[in-house]
C-alpha cells in the first residue's frame, strides 16, 4: 500500500506542475500578443503623424 501512495503522490506532483506550465504558457502568449499590438499601435500612429505635417520634397538633382 506505501508504494501506491507514493505512485498517486508522484501522479499528483506530476499533473500539478503540467497544469502550471499550460498557464505559464498561456500567460506568456497572452503577454506577446500584448506587447504585439502595442508594437502596431506606436508604429502605425508615427508613420500616420509624419504624413499629416509634412510633404515630402523631392528634388531632382541626383547625386552631389
Known amino acids: 500500500m506505501i508504494k501506491l501512495a ?15 506550465g499550460f498557464i505559464a504558457t498561456a500567460f506568456v502568449f497572452v503577454r506577446l500578443t500584448i506587447i504585439g499590438i502595442n508594437y502596431i499601435k506606436i508604429n ?5 503623424g509624419e504624413g499629416k505635417g509634412k510633404k515630402e520634397i523631392k528634388s531632382e538633382s541626383k547625386g552631389f
Not at 6 to 20: M, P, V, W, Y
Not at 44 to 48: D, G, P, Q
Open 6 to 20: 507514493e505512485i498517486d503522490l508522484g501522479s499528483a506532483l506530476l499533473s500539478t506542475f503540467i497544469l502550471i
Open 44 to 48: 502605425y500612429s508615427k508613420e500616420e
